[in-house]
């Protein structure tokens, strides 16, 4: 008896190699196109025009200024803390500060609410200053799109350009005795 379990369980070990090395057989090879780079690396009309580098100059010009007349007020507002000079110093200024919280030794009247509100003032004046010199460098280093001349091809969309027709037909199982055919493709 204990040989026939054996016997049986071995052939249905050997059934089931045997099955899936038949599905592995049969099923077709993916097929896939080869990977493209983005398009803005290869057509520089779908790059943004020059308006855009100017706007993200100005923009981020004006939230560094922003911040750093927050971080000024802050510094004047409360001028006895030891961070009040550093935060004077454009972009790096609030880090500096950040290193000093608390209250100073020459700080006549300083509480936790007043600590804590320099400090949400400053961290957010750092983001703000940092972020707008980020901006304004992406704008200096924007690439931008040839300016249109006369007589120059226009500038056409990826949505506009015609796609090369491509198709792939694969068999596929329809039912439970049934195959078909399925149609991939562009058309």
């Not at 899936?20 to 896939?32: D, F, K, M």
């Not at 560094?64 to 454009?90: K, M, N, Q």
Request: aromatic letters at 6%.
């Amino acid at each position: 008896m204990h040989g026939a379990v054996v016997h049986g369980v071995l052939g249905r070990t050997v059934a089931a190699a045997v099955a899936a090395a038949l599905v592995a057989s049969i099923t077709p090879s993916a097929r896939a196109d080869e990977p493209r780079p983005p398009e803005a690396d290869t057509n520089p009309r779908t790059r943004p025009n020059g308006a855009a580098q100017v706007n993200l100059i100005l923009i981020g010009a004006g939230v560094t200024a922003g911040w750093y007349g927050i971080a000024v007020g802050t510094s004047y507002l409360w001028s006895e803390s030891d961070g009040a000079s550093a935060l004077r110093i454009p972009v790096a200024g609030p880090y500096m500060a950040l290193a000093k919280t608390g209250c100073g030794e020459n700080e006549t009247y300083c509480d936790t609410v007043a600590v804590v509100l320099r400090t949400v003032i400053t961290t957010l004046s750092a983001i703000g200053q940092t972020g707008g010199v980020l901006v304004l460098g992406e704008g200096l280093f924007l690439p931008t799109a040839p300016s249109a001349r006369a007589g120059s091809a226009p500038v056409t969309t990826p949505s506009q350009r015609l796609v090369r027709p491509n198709v792939s037909v694969t068999p596929s199982a329809v039912g439970p005795s049934g195959y078909g055919f399925s149609v991939f493709g562009n058309f």
